[in-house]
């Protein structure tokens, strides 16, 4: 059974710092995206990672994926205020023959990026 | 503009109660989902559907059905077997077959008992 880990749950930093969110997995997957979610809204995409060593940026966000260590990790960079968000990593469990990806899911870091 | 429309937003349950939450989607994508989320908690799959009158159980449908005749539709119906139905509930859609492409989502009911 695939397992999703992050840490941390919770992160408190200041503004212009940086920082590491992790994503470990149990079992062998290719594929793997993250999310952001603001509270009572819906979820976002921010990256899709489809390879080992594959890197991804978008602004002061930066994801990358070690499937052989299976971990994939987003790093934000001096961080801003507007970052404040929950972020969720999912996991590809399963292509199905007809295409559909069942993803399972992180229990998400909740990020507050204080002044 | 293209995306996923949920409808409610909030819904309240009686006891004994059937609901159904709406989902529509004007992205041409061929599979739908739906997952729950709890507060603290990451989305857990419900069903999810492949094609038009297709669709598979996920980690957690006990309590729950869901029924895809267009392709465009996938409504999930809460039934009074589900005894903790609180919890956020969120439709989301994408391409298949090889196309790599992230889930997109709807903004989400929020259930609740009465």
């Known amino acids: 059974e695939l397992k999703v880990e992050q840490n941390p749950l919770f992160l408190s930093m200041q503004e212009g710092k940086n920082y590491t969110i992790y994503c470990n997995y149990s079992?062998?997957?290719?594929?793997l995206y993250w999310y952001r979610q603001d509270p009572g809204k819906s979820l976002e995409s921010l990256f899709v990672?489809?390879?080992?060593?594959a890197v991804k940026q978008e602004g002061r966000l930066m994801a990358s994926l070690d499937t052989k260590a299976r971990l994939s990790t987003l790093h934000i960079t001096a961080a801003v205020h507007d970052l404040s968000a929950t972020y969720f990593c999912?996991?590809?469990?399963?292509?199905?023959?007809?295409?559909?990806?069942?993803?399972?899911f992180g229990k998400g870091t909740k990020l507050t990026v204080n002044p | 503009d293209g995306g996923i429309t949920q409808s409610p937003k909030y819904l309240f349950r009686k006891e004994g109660q059937n609901v159904t939450l709406s989902c529509e989607q004007n992205?041409?994508?061929?599979?739908m989902y739906w997952y729950r989320q709890d507060p603290g908690q990451g989305l857990r799959l419900i069903y999810y559907?492949?094609?038009?009158?297709?669709?598979q159980k996920g980690d957690i449908a006990e309590g729950y059905s869901v029924s895809r005749e267009k392709k465009e539709s996938f409504p999930l119906t809460v039934t009074s077997a589900q005894k903790n139905p609180t919890a956020f509930y969120l439709c989301?859609?994408?391409?298949?077959?090889?196309?790599?492409?992230?889930?997109?989502f709807g903004d989400g009911t929020r259930l609740s008992i009465l």
């Open positions: 079992t062998t997957s290719d594929r």
């Open positions: 989301a859609s994408s391409m298949s077959r090889g196309a790599y492409q992230p889930q997109h």
């Open positions: 559907s492949q094609i038009v009158n297709d669709f």
């Open positions: 999912a996991v590809v469990r399963l292509v199905t023959q007809g295409g559909s990806e069942k993803l399972v």
């Open positions: 992205l041409n994508h061929d599979a």
């Open positions: 990672l489809l390879s080992n060593g």
